[in-house]
């Protein structure tokens, strides 16, 4: 089950991208977000483009889990995805997966500002592989 993740945030969209198997999340690229049309086309356009069977969004609930102003913004725009795609939309957790994303990075001795470019879909594929490895442990 080949799947999408999402990390969506104020201006940008980090997209991952899984195998065909759904078990490696690999991050794919970053969506610049002109306006939510915009952003909307190119989520399907990739969809359509790699056969994806799902589409996984980071939900960013607050530390306490509750739904602050940007988790709120997000379901928003999840819903507007929803209503132009026939592929399930799902939304997952996504506490941490910045923080996670930049430590890796870091660790990997990714300079300052290549690091700002990647994170985004670093996030992204760190949402997705917790989603896909929830997944396949509930089978």
């Known amino acids: 089950m080949r ?30 977000t002109k306006s939510d049309d915009d952003a909307l086309r190119q989520i399907i356009a990739l969809a359509h483009e790699y056969e994806v069977e799902r589409i996984v969004v980071g939900l960013p609930l607050s530390l306490d889990g509750s739904l602050g102003p940007q988790a709120q913004k997000v379901r928003s725009f999840t819903e507007l995805l929803e209503g132009c795609t026939e592929i399930p939309v799902v939304e997952w957790d996504e506490r941490y997966s910045t923080a996670d994303a930049e430590r890796v990075l870091v660790e990997a001795g990714v300079r300052r500002d290549k690091r700002k470019k990647r994170i985004d879909s670093v996030a992204a594929a760190f949402i997705l592989q917790g989603y896909l490895d929830r997944e396949r442990s509930d089978k």
């Open 3 to 32: 799947a999408l993740g999402l990390d969506i945030g104020e201006r940008r969209i980090g997209v991952a991208l899984s195998d065909a198997e759904g078990i490696l999340a690999v991050a794919l690229t970053v969506i610049e």
